[in-house]
């Protein structure tokens, strides 16, 4: 256990403040009578995630090295700074505009999608692949029990001791979470000084099928965790009852999607994986097109649930294939590429969830979602063979 806790913990970290960003304050604002389209600007922090890529190589070439480990140094004094901008966010009066509270989110996130490089080339980087599966158990499980502190403990501190006292314990934890990084092992191979890391034509070449399956992977899904919050929050969801069931989506349901990501990933194989978890998300959005217009909110409870289920399910098979895919002279680089990728669909993704909702309601953007879902099945199949036969790589 002890080997693996620094993953866990600067996972948690993670996903503390993507939860903390995108369920936390969403809730917290809603709560207070901000409408769904200027709620959907709160997406905008996700920017830096999309352009992550644009700086890896950079921030990799340059990277400060710390008890033997190349990229640790750099993780470390990125916590640090998210730290304190947090204790520098509590200081600002959320009765105020939104856009000074925007811009200190924007620069958070700056900072956590860096911090996300070394993180994930740390974690490549200390693990062969038989350990690989339980890093990524760690990355998905550490980012889903950040869930509980940026959503559950964040809206619960900011009911009772208000906005200040929120920002304040999540400052806290940060500092509190660099503890344990003093265990991670050392590097295991040299970094090839031979071939510096880049963003080329090169790399997206390399990676360009690869690339295309995580933009079609998530599309629908993407969408369906947008709505959770405020779907929720309209179909009669008490403000503080939402951090516990956000605290239940996050632990229980992730958690059991996390061992069923595990088991597929080892009785179906890196590949085969893939199409069944995607096979799940069509049919809860299609699930949730029927039942639009009739679920009332206990129905939605158990529908959200299953999102979850599937969300950690897909984020377990997705990772341990991407891990997988990267270039040995710059995992860095070409997994926060992928990364970016991801991200991208994501922004684009939430932002027009929450705009088609506001316009359009709720049961015709569901009926889209279902539609992608459902669209997407067919290129995703088709990339996974090109990607096996290209790679060399057989179904196990």
Same mark, same amino acid.
């Not at 809730?27 to 890529?53: E, I, M, N």
């Not at 700086?55 to 990799?60: G, L, R, S, Y």
């Not at 062969?128 to 158990?137: G, I, L, V």
């Given at each position: ?254 958690? /059991?999607?996390? +061992?069923?990501?595990?088991?597929? @990933?080892?009785? &179906? =194989?890196?590949? $085969?994986? %893939?199409?069944?978890?995607? #096979? ?67 922004? /684009?993704?939430? +932002?027009?969830?929450?705009?088609? @909702?506001?316009? &359009? =309601?709720?049961? $015709?953007? %569901?009926?889209?979602?279902? #539609? ?25």
């Amino acid at each position: 256990m002890r080997r693996y806790l620094p993953y866990w913990c600067y996972y948690l970290h993670q996903g503390m403040l993507t939860a903390l960003m995108l369920q936390g304050v969403v809730a917290y604002f809603r709560h207070q009578g901000l409408d769904l389209a200027s709620l959907s600007l709160l997406w905008l922090t996700f920017l830096p995630w999309v352009g992550k890529c644009l700086w890896a190589p950079w921030c990799e070439r340059h990277c400060l090295g710390l008890r033997g480990n190349r990229y640790l140094g750099s993780l470390v004094i990125l916590q640090l700074g998210m730290a304190t901008i947090l204790l520098m966010i509590s200081a600002l009066a959320p009765e105020h505009p939104l856009y000074p509270i925007l811009i200190a989110l924007l620069l958070l996130a700056v900072l956590s999608a860096t911090h996300d490089i070394y993180a994930d080339a740390i974690t490549i980087a200390t693990c062969d692949s038989h350990e690989r599966p339980f890093a990524n158990a760690a990355q998905v499980g550490g980012s889903y029990l950040g869930v509980v502190f940026g959503s559950l403990v964040f809206l619960y501190l900011a009911q009772h001791w208000g906005w200040r006292g929120g920002f304040m314990a999540m400052a806290l934890l940060s500092f509190s979470l660099l503890l344990p990084l003093g265990w991670l092992p050392a590097s295991r191979e040299p970094f090839e000084t031979n071939s510096p890391p880049r963003l080329d034509r090169r790399s997206i070449q390399a990676l360009w099928p690869i690339l295309c399956l995580v933009a079609v992977y998530y599309l629908a899904m993407r969408g369906l965790m947008t709505l959770q919050t405020v779907l929720l929050l309209d179909n009669g969801l008490d403000f503080s009852r939402l951090g516990l069931i956000t605290t239940l989506f996050g632990t229980f349901a992730s958690g /059991l999607g996390i +061992l069923l990501g595990s088991w597929m @990933a080892r009785r &179906l =194989g890196t590949w $085969r994986c %893939l199409m069944p978890s995607m #096979l799940i998300h069509a049919g809860i959005a299609l699930a949730a097109a029927c039942g639009a217009r009739i679920f009332d909110l206990q129905a939605w409870l158990v529908l959200f649930t299953a999102v979850n289920i599937a969300a950690a399910t897909g984020f377990v098979t997705l990772y341990n294939l991407l891990m997988g895919q990267v270039r040995p002279h710059q995992p860095a680089s070409d997994y926060a590429l992928l990364q970016s990728t991801d991200a991208a669909v994501a922004m /684009l993704a939430s +932002l027009a969830t929450l705009q088609v @909702a506001h316009y &359009l =309601g709720y049961p $015709r953007l %569901l009926l889209g979602l279902a #539609l992608i879902a459902c669209v997407c099945l067919w290129p995703a199949r088709k990339l996974c063979l090109k990607l096996q036969t290209g790679c060399g790589i057989t179904a196990i």
